[in-house]
């Protein structure tokens, strides 16, 4: 691998003039700097990224974690972080949790010693619970999709207990009355859409029925399973609610292998717009998040405070959009 002293001793300089040159900094002659700069290039030197910023205390790499990137929400979040990262000359590292405390917390550590400018941090559960002991790593950081508790931090989410609440009372505006429902076990976003749906439940003078109320791992597996569950009972569901995009898959294709005429025999809705939604048939109604929205400011808020560390937190609570099609019988 080609080290500064390389081109150094190619350029007949010293390596304090090689770093001058590619950091831009002025009093280089200009010979000298076209010199060094084409060594660099035909020597393909490519600058220790960490080395380099221990040395100027500020790094150009973004951190963005996860829960899960198989998730079409967290893909087009991670599109718009890349974006917003791009603008401003600034990279990505793009890890994955799987929902899993130990991989979070093993991808924090190495955030920390990557020494990353910040960090945008979907957390698990556990974490987002009990968030005091993330926040003392003392990474610049925002908080996207999950409410934390202990401490004052940036965040953007989605106010999912009134975009669960809309979506159910068009289900039971439309006359369903047993509405099986699944939620995520693994975040906050679950506990809070489960808050929802049983407080459009109470309006129409309905209590939720354990036997029709699932918390599952937000996989498209347990949609399917959930659903067939759901449609062995004695009386099953006339209408099944998913509270988010992996789940409506396995759900939707589930009712699909039933033969259940959706909205006639049951109806069904679910979080997400995802590329399928409006290509089956029936189209399926949905709450649609504004993905881009929350990477965009996730993004934006980030970079104010690595610019300015001690100005005062900012919770940005965005709402979903409902799009009403004819899955549920509209």
């Given at each position: 691998?080609t080290s500064i002293k390389d081109v150094a001793?190619?350029?007949?300089?010293?390596?304090?003039?090689?770093?001058?040159?590619?950091?831009?900094?002025?009093?280089?002659?200009?010979?000298?700097?076209?010199?060094?700069?084409?060594?660099?290039?035909?020597?393909?030197?490519?600058?220790?990224?960490?080395?380099?910023?221990?040395?100027?205390?500020?790094?150009?790499?973004?951190?963005?974690?996860?829960?899960?990137?198989?998730?079409?929400?967290?893909?087009?979040?991670?599109?718009?972080?890349?974006?917003?990262?791009?603008?401003?000359?600034?990279?990505?590292?793009?890890?994955?949790?799987?929902e899993n405390p130990k991989k979070e917390a093993?991808?924090?550590?190495?955030?920390?010693?990557?020494?990353?400018?910040?960090?945008?941090?979907?957390?698990?559960?556990?974490?987002?619970?009990?968030?005091?002991?993330?926040?003392?790593?003392?990474?610049?950081?925002?908080?996207?999709?999950?409410?934390?508790?202990?401490?004052?931090?940036?965040?953007?989410?989605?106010?999912?207990?009134?975009?669960?609440?809309?979506?159910?009372?068009?289900?039971?505006?439309?006359?369903?009355?047993?509405?099986?429902?699944?939620?995520?076990?693994?975040?906050?976003?679950?506990?809070?859409?489960?808050?929802?749906?049983?407080?459009?439940?109470?309006?129409?003078?309905?209590?939720?029925?354990?036997?029709?109320?699932?918390?599952?791992?937000?996989?498209?597996?347990?949609?399917?399973?959930?659903?067939?569950?759901?449609?062995?009972?004695?009386?099953?569901?006339?209408?099944?609610?998913?509270?988010?995009?992996?789940?409506?898959?396995?759900?939707?294709?589930?009712?699909?292998?039933?033969?259940?005429?959706?909205?006639?025999?049951?109806?069904?809705?679910?979080?997400?717009?995802?590329?399928?939604?409006?290509?089956?048939?029936?189209?399926?109604?949905?709450?649609?998040?504004?993905?881009?929205?929350?990477?965009?400011?996730?993004?934006?808020?980030?970079?104010?405070?690595?610019?300015?560390?001690?100005?005062?937190?900012?919770?940005?609570?965005?709402?979903?959009?409902?799009?009403?099609?004819?899955?549920?019988?509209?």
């Amino acid at each position: 691998m080609t080290s500064i002293k390389d081109v150094a001793d190619a350029a007949g300089v010293s390596t304090a003039t090689v770093s001058r040159v590619l950091t831009d900094k002025p009093h280089v002659r200009p010979e000298i700097r076209d010199r060094v700069l084409a060594i660099v290039e035909n020597l393909n030197y490519r600058p220790n990224r960490v080395a380099r910023s221990l040395r100027v205390q500020k790094s150009n790499i973004i951190g963005l974690i996860v829960s899960d990137i198989q998730n079409p929400f967290f893909t087009a979040v991670s599109r718009a972080v890349e974006d917003m990262a791009y603008e401003h000359q600034m990279s990505v590292f793009l890890c994955n949790t799987d929902e899993n405390p130990k991989k979070e917390a093993m991808y924090l550590g190495l955030m920390r010693d990557e020494n990353v400018a910040g960090v945008i941090l979907s957390p698990t559960r556990q974490t987002a619970d009990s968030f005091a002991a993330t926040a003392s790593l003392n990474i610049p950081m925002v908080v996207i999709d999950r409410r934390v508790n202990d401490v004052e931090i940036d965040s953007v989410i989605l106010d999912s207990i009134e975009a669960a609440y809309r979506i159910v009372s068009h289900l039971l505006a439309d006359g369903h009355r047993r509405i099986g429902a699944m939620f995520g076990v693994g975040s906050t976003t679950g506990r809070e859409r489960r808050e929802g749906y049983v407080r459009a439940l109470k309006e129409y003078g309905l209590k939720p029925l354990s036997e029709l109320v699932s918390y599952v791992n937000a996989r498209e597996e347990e949609g399917y399973s959930t659903t067939k569950r759901l449609l062995s009972l004695t009386e099953p569901p006339d209408a099944i609610f998913t509270s988010n995009a992996l789940l409506s898959a396995g759900a939707f294709r589930a009712l699909r292998e039933s033969e259940l005429a959706i909205p006639d025999e049951i109806a069904f809705a679910s979080f997400d717009e995802t590329t399928w939604t409006t290509l089956v048939e029936p189209p399926v109604t949905v709450i649609e998040q504004p993905t881009y929205e929350i990477g965009q400011t996730a993004t934006e808020l980030l970079l104010k405070r690595i610019e300015e560390p001690t100005r005062p937190t900012r919770k940005v609570i965005l709402k979903g959009r409902l799009i009403i099609r004819q899955s549920c019988g509209c």
